[in-house]
């Protein structure tokens, strides 16, 4: 797994009055950072079928390195300055990952293809 790629799957609960704040905060988020930062290659918001107020995030860096000046840089930190008092609780970290499929040179395919809105 010497190419294998980091990922990370969170979920976040949002106070239902704040669930259309939050999604455009989260959502031009999303489109920064995938757009402007080159080493991720995934950032998908999907909202739970059975609760709209619950959303989970599936990102993918080049590596945890990567992950972690995500987490670190000043996009994250405005957007979690923005969101904070939006959420229901914790941001919570489901799992950290290695990618097996698609490659390296899979997701670097793909990307491209996030850019369009």
Do not use: C
Request: glycine share 6%.
């Amino acid at each position: 797994m010497e190419d294998a790629l980091f990922g990370g799957f969170f979920v976040v609960n949002v106070k239902p009055e704040h669930r259309k704040s939050f999604l455009a905060a989260s959502i031009f988020e999303a489109q920064n950072v995938v757009s402007e930062d080159p080493e991720v290659f995934q950032f998908q918001i999907m909202v739970d079928e059975a609760n709209p107020n619950r959303f989970y995030f599936y990102e993918v860096f080049r590596d945890e390195a990567a992950f972690q000046d995500h987490w670190d840089s000043d996009t994250f930190k405005t957007w979690l300055g923005t969101v904070e008092t939006m959420l229901d609780g914790e941001i919570e970290t489901v799992a950290r990952m290695r990618s097996l499929f698609p490659s390296a040179k899979g997701f670097e395919a793909q990307k491209p293809g996030l850019l369009i809105w």
